[in-house]
């Protein structure tokens, strides 16, 4: 069984190695009151180093922004390392917006331009700060069926929880004590006026898809599901259709 708390101290000694060998003095993390930024910025907190946790509404529903401020105090009572800022992207995502209005620009294409917005003040903190910026995507995400926006949330320095499963990010937060609301709360990306889930726009919950990737991963004998064969088919599609994501870019070579 995994030993879950030295796991925690495990990735924190390597974020403050990786830091101190690159002169690196503070680490940025984006909070969005979700389980992955929760748990990334906590163990940003255990490195001892500067920590700044950003959090950036854009039209953010309520209980999304209220759960990344939850987080953020939390962070902040139990280490005194940990700095803060919100910096509310709405109205810049609104001219910004309103700029393109006469060329019709997509639900998906207004999606990514809210994460790449992120992105972008995240670099400008960290490159005031003489800090990297932090990734908190999981290996289901980065590596899977490619959850994530290309030089959005994709955009990152480090990336501490690529290597781990949904499910074992879920036992970090539970070892690292994280806020009980936010380990209970739906996992969203928070860039739809909708609210939708990501098991909404995936089709399958991340425990499935774990299953999936373990299958392809692992084949086994065993008779799969009907259930079982839909999300096979559903982890193919997005891992195709996301393979941009994931791959190098292409580069023609003389």
Same mark, same amino acid.
């Given at each position: 069984?995994? !030993?879950?708390?030295? @796991?925690?101290? #495990?990735?924190?000694?390597?974020?403050? &190695?990786?830091? =101190? /060998?690159?002169? %690196?003095?503070?680490?940025?993390?984006?909070?969005?009151?979700?389980?992955?930024?929760?748990?990334?910025?906590?163990?940003?907190?255990?490195?001892?180093?500067?920590?700044?946790?950003?959090?950036?509404?854009?039209?953010?529903?309520?209980?999304?922004? !209220?759960?990344?401020? @939850?987080?953020? #105090?939390?962070?902040?009572?139990?280490? &005194?390392?940990? =700095? /803060?800022?919100? %910096?509310?992207?709405?109205?810049?995502?609104?001219?910004?917006?309103?700029?393109?209005?006469?060329?019709?620009?997509?639900?998906?294409?207004?999606?990514?331009?809210?994460?790449?917005?992120?992105?972008?003040?995240?670099?400008?903190?960290?490159?005031?700060?003489?800090?990297?910026?932090?990734?908190?995507?999981?290996?289901?995400?980065?590596?899977?069926?490619?959850?994530?926006?290309?030089?959005?949330?994709?955009?990152?320095?480090?990336?501490?929880?690529?290597?781990?499963?949904?499910?074992?990010?879920?036992?970090?937060?539970?070892?690292?004590?994280?806020?009980?609301?936010?380990?209970?709360?739906?996992?969203?990306?928070?860039?739809?006026?909708?609210?939708?889930?990501?098991?909404?726009?995936?089709?399958?919950?991340?425990?499935?898809?774990?299953?999936?990737?373990?299958?392809?991963?692992?084949?086994?004998?065993?008779?799969?599901?009907?259930?079982?064969?839909?999300?096979?088919?559903?982890?193919?599609?997005?891992?195709?259709?996301?393979?941009?994501?994931?791959?190098?870019?292409?580069?023609?070579?003389?």
């Amino acid at each position: 069984m995994e !030993d879950w708390q030295t @796991l925690s101290n #495990e990735i924190a000694d390597w974020l403050k &190695e990786y830091a =101190d /060998s690159n002169q %690196i003095t503070a680490l940025i993390v984006g909070v969005s009151g979700g389980i992955d930024s929760a748990v990334t910025s906590a163990l940003c907190a255990k490195t001892g180093l500067k920590t700044i946790a950003l959090n950036m509404p854009i039209h953010q529903e309520a209980l999304q922004y !209220d759960l990344s401020n @939850l987080h953020i #105090e939390w962070l902040k009572s139990r280490w &005194e390392n940990v =700095d /803060s800022h919100t %910096i509310d992207l709405t109205r810049t995502f609104d001219l910004y917006a309103n700029e393109l209005s006469n060329h019709s620009l997509s639900d998906l294409a207004s999606a990514n331009t809210r994460a790449r917005l992120r992105m972008t003040t995240l670099y400008a903190i960290a490159g005031s700060n003489n800090g990297i910026v932090v990734g908190t995507g999981n290996k289901v995400e980065d590596f899977g069926v490619g959850f994530f926006t290309k030089y959005g949330d994709g955009g990152v320095d480090i990336s501490p929880l690529a290597d781990l499963y949904k499910s074992e990010v879920y036992a970090l937060a539970e070892a690292l004590g994280i806020v009980q609301e936010i380990q209970e709360a739906a996992p969203t990306d928070g860039l739809w006026n909708d609210g939708r889930t990501d098991e909404d726009q995936m089709g399958a919950t991340y425990e499935e898809l774990e299953c999936a990737m373990g299958q392809i991963e692992n084949p086994s004998s065993e008779a799969l599901t009907e259930r079982q064969e839909e999300v096979l088919g559903i982890y193919r599609r997005l891992h195709n259709a996301n393979s941009h994501k994931m791959n190098p870019i292409p580069i023609f070579k003389r």
